[in-house]
Structure formats: C-alpha cells, structure tokens
C-alpha cells in the first residue's frame, strides 16, 4: 500500500487508510510502502540521504488500526540496524513481518551478519543500485555500485 508520495494533489495517508479498510477483508498480507522515488515524489520508499528506521511507522500504525489483526502487515523502507526492525515488529510495533530492500543488494548475507554479529547495513542510500533504469543496456538493474567499487579495489 502505498501511503504517501510527497507530491501535492496524489496520495495521502487519509487516502491509503481508506484503502486499507476496503480491501482487507480481501486479502491476507499488506506491505505498506511510498511511491517510487524521484525528483518530484520525496518521500519514496527508496529514499537517498542519511533518515534511518521505518520510513513509514505513523501510517502503518494507522492502517494497523483500521485493519485489526486479521492480516499480515509487512513494511519496507529504511531498516538497516536490529533495532530498526525490532521497533516495528509486534509486540513494540504493529508489523508482522518487514522487508528491507537495498540492504542485500549491499551484502546479500547480510541477514546473517546480523544474527552473527548484529552489524548494521552499509548500505549508503545512493541509489546506484537504480542505475539500470538509467541505463537498461547495462543489464545491471540491482547491482550495488559501492560493493562492485570496493570489490574492484580488493577492499571487500
Ligand atoms: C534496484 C531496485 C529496484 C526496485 N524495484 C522495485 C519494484 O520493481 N517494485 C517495488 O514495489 N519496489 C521496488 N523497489 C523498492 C524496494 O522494494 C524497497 O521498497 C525500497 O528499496 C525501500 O527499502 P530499503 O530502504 O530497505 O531499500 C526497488 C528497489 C531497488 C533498490
Ligand atoms: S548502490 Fe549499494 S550502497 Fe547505494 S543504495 Fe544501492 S545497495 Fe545501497
């Protein structure tokens, strides 16, 4: 569900909400996520800069309230410490499950890393990653440029 775009005249959190409540009794499982980043839309669910944790904890809260519990409610966006994810998930959250992204295209064993030794992501929110839609010919739709950089260099 997307539950805002940053952009005036499109999507509100008023409007997801309102969303939510029709189709629930429909479906089983609602990811609550942004609109797709780009220089108009600011509050995407890929989002540059350095804002960390749950990008979108107030809405899904509100959505939460408006659907019970009778679905999986799932969230991606901004997870990149333990802590991040452990502050979303029931009992302290409203979350069921969560679904970070750019942080295994980083280090695909990073969920690993985290159970080993709670190392937070190194994703750097660049956006790199996103070359490919730039760039189809590249074919390197989802690579992450810092690791390929820092392979390259024999740093990683
Ligand atoms: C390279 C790339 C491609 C993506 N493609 C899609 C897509 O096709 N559909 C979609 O709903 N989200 C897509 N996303 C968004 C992610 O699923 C995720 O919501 C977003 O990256 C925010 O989570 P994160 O901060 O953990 O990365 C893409 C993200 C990246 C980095
Ligand atoms: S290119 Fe790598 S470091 Fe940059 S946002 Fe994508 S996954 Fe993160």
């Given at each position: 569900m997307n539950v805002t775009d940053g952009v005036e005249d499109s999507m509100t959190p008023e409007m997801a909400v309102a969303a939510a409540s029709a189709i629930h009794p429909m479906i089983s499982i609602m990811e609550v996520s942004g609109g797709i980043q780009d220089r108009v839309c600011k509050l995407g669910t890929a989002r540059t800069g350095k804002a960390q944790g749950f990008y979108y904890e107030k809405e899904a809260r509100l959505i939460r309230e408006a659907v019970g519990q009778d679905i999986i409610l799932t969230g991606t966006g901004g997870f990149r410490t333990q802590e991040h994810i452990e502050a979303q998930l029931?009992?302290?959250?409203?979350?069921d499950m969560v679904a970070p992204g750019r942080p295994f295209l980083r280090n695909p064993s990073w969920l690993c890393d985290l159970e080993d030794s709670g190392a937070p992501s190194k994703c750097i929110n660049c956006n790199g990653c996103f070359r490919w839609f730039a760039a189809?010919?590249?074919?390197?739709?989802?690579?992450?440029i810092v690791r390929e950089k820092l392979r390259a260099l024999g740093k990683e």
């Amino acid at each position: 569900m997307n539950v805002t775009d940053g952009v005036e005249d499109s999507m509100t959190p008023e409007m997801a909400v309102a969303a939510a409540s029709a189709i629930h009794p429909m479906i089983s499982i609602m990811e609550v996520s942004g609109g797709i980043q780009d220089r108009v839309c600011k509050l995407g669910t890929a989002r540059t800069g350095k804002a960390q944790g749950f990008y979108y904890e107030k809405e899904a809260r509100l959505i939460r309230e408006a659907v019970g519990q009778d679905i999986i409610l799932t969230g991606t966006g901004g997870f990149r410490t333990q802590e991040h994810i452990e502050a979303q998930l029931k009992p302290q959250g409203v979350l069921d499950m969560v679904a970070p992204g750019r942080p295994f295209l980083r280090n695909p064993s990073w969920l690993c890393d985290l159970e080993d030794s709670g190392a937070p992501s190194k994703c750097i929110n660049c956006n790199g990653c996103f070359r490919w839609f730039a760039a189809p010919e590249t074919s390197a739709r989802g690579t992450c440029i810092v690791r390929e950089k820092l392979r390259a260099l024999g740093k990683e």
